[in-house]
């Protein structure tokens, strides 16, 4: 069964250093999107991205932030200056359609996560 | 702004017991509705979507939405201890990129 992957699974930084999440969506989705849930808390809505733009972000992703699919398959979350802050596991999730109907092809799959922990 | 409320529980059932959990959304431009489930360090497992007024049926699960009362819930039919988990209620917004708003989440504990 096609599944969402993401690397690395565990990602430990200083505070103020770059990161890059990476995730392979399931190959025939053309929805991408990222989400992040600190410790305890509920999953948080980041960004989503389609036909190599981003669609929709929240506020937590600010200029800090960037996400690109540099290639047919790779979907990469950046984070440019991480902050204490930006610890949590970040989830990408991969669909076929986009809310743009009421269709099961909205339903969103998610990657195992990456555990984010910055120093 | 849009919310989505869930009891965080923790909610208690025996084995073999009908688990009922509750989910409220604030908006009526909601469209999909979608329960995931998520083990303790582990991502959202889907479990199933409803997006019509009524019942939804999928083995053990039943997904039930009421768009005038914006509430939606999941019920589990013989509960298993390996449904422990936290059941996350998620809503989608129509024309909003299809992003995902989460409750936060009720934790499900089945006793043998």
């Known amino acids: 069964e096609p599944e969402v992957t993401q690397t690395p699974s565990h990602q430990v930084t200083q505070m103020g250093q770059e990161v890059i999440l990476r995730c392979v969506p399931i190959?025939?989705?053309?929805?991408f999107y990222w989400y992040r849930q600190i410790l305890g808390q509920k999953v948080e809505f980041l960004v989503s991205?389609?036909?190599?733009?981003?669609?929709?972000k929240s506020e937590i992703f600010d200029d800090q932030f960037s996400v690109e699919r540099p290639d047919g398959s790779n979907f990469t979350l950046k984070i440019r200056s991480t902050k204490l802050e930006d610890s949590a596991m970040y989830f990408c999730?991969?669909?076929?359609?986009?809310?743009?109907?009421?269709?099961?092809?909205?339903?969103?799959?998610f990657g195992p996560g990456t555990r984010l922990t910055v120093l | 702004q849009k919310e989505v409320e869930q009891n965080s529980g923790p909610l208690s059932v025996p084995e073999g017991a009908i688990a009922s959990l509750n989910c409220t959304y604030s908006?009526?431009?909601?469209?999909?509705f979608f329960w995931y489930r998520q083990y303790s360090g582990k991502s959202p497992e889907l479990i199933m979507f409803?997006?019509?007024?009524g019942d939804k049926e999928d083995g053990r699960f039943t997904a039930q939405l009421n768009k005038a009362s914006q509430y939606v819930s999941l019920l589990i039919r013989d509960s298993q201890p390996s449904d422990s988990a936290t059941y996350l209620c998620?809503?989608?917004?129509?024309?909003?990129?299809?992003?995902?708003?989460f409750g936060q989440g009720t934790e499900l504990s089945v006793k043998p």
């Open positions: 999730a991969s669909a076929f359609a986009g809310g743009r109907r009421q269709h099961s092809t909205d339903t969103q799959y």
């Open positions: 908006d009526r431009g909601s469209q999909s």
């Open positions: 409803i997006y019509s007024n």
């Open positions: 190959s025939n989705h053309l929805y």
């Open positions: 998620a809503v989608n917004f129509y024309n909003q990129g299809g992003k995902l708003i």
């Open positions: 991205f389609y036909n190599n733009e981003i669609s929709e």
